[in-house]
């Protein structure tokens, strides 16, 4: 079954017209100018968990195994490997959606887009990924898990065809991989040198003991270091536990500063003069004595769970108003403000101006709200469509480590302005961002180019 085939380009333009072209990425010369109406931050989508942590989705059928081409009626050939099966079928039809969109936007008519089934699992992707070789695709966008991308870059490598893939694995990354996911470290990163410079010395974390709670655990111990605070303490739990009080007491010091009350209370009563009596009376109310030994606390967590733990550490003592509490790009989420603890909270991710647009032209052409994730699908697709014409003939579109992936100058996608580095990975310039009760607004704005993009 052919998921989509197109030869006509007119029906789209519609579309394209929404943002007027304003979603193109910039793929040569100086820094990239992007600009677009700012809707209310408050209409943000749905965010979607940490793309190795997705929890199941509802089954579908199976497409049959025919290569799915989307054609412009020429010979350039770029593989697309997404879960279009199985538990992340309704993420991988979304991100499908969304390179449509990227292709109509962006590719020139010599361009076509080779679209194969993973299934959601690293065997499904090497199959996946030899049928699209034997297509002798330039490039190949995809897979979405990093066991997927394991499987399938051996036979990438053999054929000297360049992977762009949606993981955020940095592991992953080098000889011809290039992850473009947005990764913990840099947002790590951005926060801790954002909050360092509001003052904030002192850093806890509180984290599931997951590959992604392990990767922000481990990007903090680096980050701490790099900018001269500390990191005070590490409290992890599992991830599929339904109850972390006990973490949460750990991480408040509560019961050693609520046994600390209780001997002062003693001492006190046992002196027993007013200014011990005055001193007793100032302690009415209080469940602890002393302030923890951090000053800001990061919860790489999204949804109800954090919902939960936010309010837990308030309820233990740990005083949002006192201490900032901190998360990734997965708090892009326009209720969490509503939560009391959470109002106030900082976290960094990509500017949200185009993501917002984006989100809302998406909705209009398909009916339904984007999950987060599917902007790499649009910008990864854009990219290689860019690369694509940007070579004197076809048989220099794409070559293996290819010099114009890794530009210095970058690329301007929905998630603002990005490079690959020669290693693999991917540098993004973030934003910092507040939630307050009706969404959350920008506090430091991504910056919009490379200082070094000429060097």
Request: aromatic share 8%.
């Amino acid at each position: 079954m052919v998921l989509a085939t197109f030869n006509s380009r007119l029906g789209w333009l519609r579309y394209s017209a929404v943002l007027g072209g304003l979603l193109a990425l910039a793929a040569c010369g100086g820094s990239p100018t992007v600009q677009a109406p700012l809707p209310p931050v408050q209409a943000a989508p749905e965010p979607l968990v940490p793309i190795e942590a997705l929890p199941p989705l509802i089954e579908v059928t199976p497409p049959d195994a025919s290569v799915t081409a989307i054609e412009l009626g020429g010979p350039i050939k770029v593989g697309l490997l997404l879960p279009l099966s199985g538990r992340y079928a309704r993420i991988g039809e979304a991100m499908l959606n969304a390179a449509q969109l990227a292709l109509f936007d962006i590719a020139d008519e010599d361009f076509s887009l080779v679209v194969r089934d993973t299934g959601g699992t690293p065997q499904g992707a090497q199959e996946a990924g030899r049928a699209i070789l034997a297509e002798n695709v330039r490039l190949m966008l995809g897979p979405l898990f990093a066991t997927s991308v394991e499987a399938v870059a051996p036979d990438a490598r053999a054929a000297q065809v360049p992977v762009i893939t949606f993981s955020n694995d940095r592991s992953i990354a080098g000889g011809g991989v290039y992850v473009m996911g947005l990764a913990p470290q840099p947002q790590i990163d951005r926060m801790v040198g954002y909050a360092s410079r509001q003052g904030l010395t002192r850093f806890a974390v509180m984290a599931p003991s997951s590959p992604y709670g392990q990767a922000v655990v481990a990007a903090m111990q680096d980050s701490v270091q790099r900018y001269g605070v500390s990191l005070s303490r590490v409290v992890t739990y599992p991830p599929d536990t339904a109850d972390v009080t006990l973490e949460v007491r750990n991480l408040a010091d509560y019961d050693e500063r609520h046994q600390a009350l209780l001997d002062q209370r003693q001492v006190l009563a046992a002196r027993g003069d007013e200014a011990a009596k005055l001193a007793l009376k100032r302690l009415d109310g209080l469940e602890t004595l002393g302030k923890p030994d951090f000053d800001a606390v990061i919860l790489p967590e999204a949804g109800k769970r954090l919902q939960v733990i936010a309010p837990s550490l308030a309820f233990y003592d740990v005083d949002p108003v006192e201490v900032r509490f901190l998360g990734t790009s997965i708090w892009e989420d326009s209720k969490l403000g509503r939560e009391p603890s959470l109002s106030g909270g900082w976290f960094t991710a990509p500017q949200p101006d185009l993501w917002l647009t984006f989100a809302g032209r998406y909705k209009d052409t398909y009916g339904s709200s984007p999950p987060r994730v599917v902007s790499l699908a649009y910008d990864a697709t854009a990219l290689a469509a860019v690369l694509a014409r940007g070579a004197a003939n076809a048989s220099e579109r794409f070559t293996y480590e290819d010099i114009a992936i890794t530009q210095p100058s970058g690329f301007a996608g929905i998630d603002g302005v990005f490079r690959f580095l020669p290693g693999g990975v991917t540098e993004r310039h973030l934003a910092v961002l507040e939630l307050v009760p009706d969404g959350f607004k920008v506090i430091d704005p991504a910056p919009q180019g490379f200082q070094d993009a000429g060097s």
